[in-house]
């Protein structure tokens, strides 16, 4: 992996970039809400896919260059995940992917995903978990690298520290802390890593120790 990866970016500053063993990760915030959007480059085809065409749609294209953009993967429905969708997808030519239970929040026609879906990066795959609380069609996204780990891009399922806004509503605080704990927590190992909507990074066993806490306190 690349060394001095932090996975702190801010709105204006550059993309913070990873190589792993098949896949290349830039990281990239957009402003108005401090959004991540991430570009990811299969290291043998150059096929790029984006998750999240948050916001700042000239700074996303600036990003993707001249290798475009097979697919834009949107995490979910809230609009300041997807308000450079349209653009992006028009300049691009990309298909724009989504949750099903979400795909009627965006603005533009996409293809559904669910749970258990293959997102192909060239040679690479993202694996489509479907995690219902922040909205019913939010989804996480986990690459297994031949060389470089486990890697997990949550939306705003999970962040370092708690899950998702769930607006203090218990029925969807459980759901979402319950798909949490079993679609990831129990599934993936402590040295995943994963990358968030919002702000920075964590490994799966750095927040494993205060699930209980999550639960107790009720978001």
Partial sequence: MTRGYT???????????????????????VGPMDNNAYLLRCRATGEQVLIDAANEAPRLLELAGDAGLAAVVTTHR???HWVALEEVVATTGARSLVHADDADGLPIPSESLVEGDRVRVGDCELEVIHIVGHTPGSIALVHRDDAGGTHLFTGDSLFPGGVG?????????ASLINDVEQKIFDRLPDETWFYPGHGGDSTLGAERPALPDWRARGW
């Avoid at 801010?10 to 990281?27: F, H, N, W, Y």
């Avoid at 806004?165 to 605080?173: A, E, G, I, K, S």
């Fill in 165 to 173: 806004n769930t607006d203090q509503d218990p029925v969807r605080f």
């Fill in 7 to 29: 996975g702190e970016v801010s709105p204006g500053t550059p993309a913070d970039v990873r190589e792993l063993g098949t896949l290349t990760i830039s990281k990239l915030s």
């Fill in 78 to 80: 809230h609009m300041d």
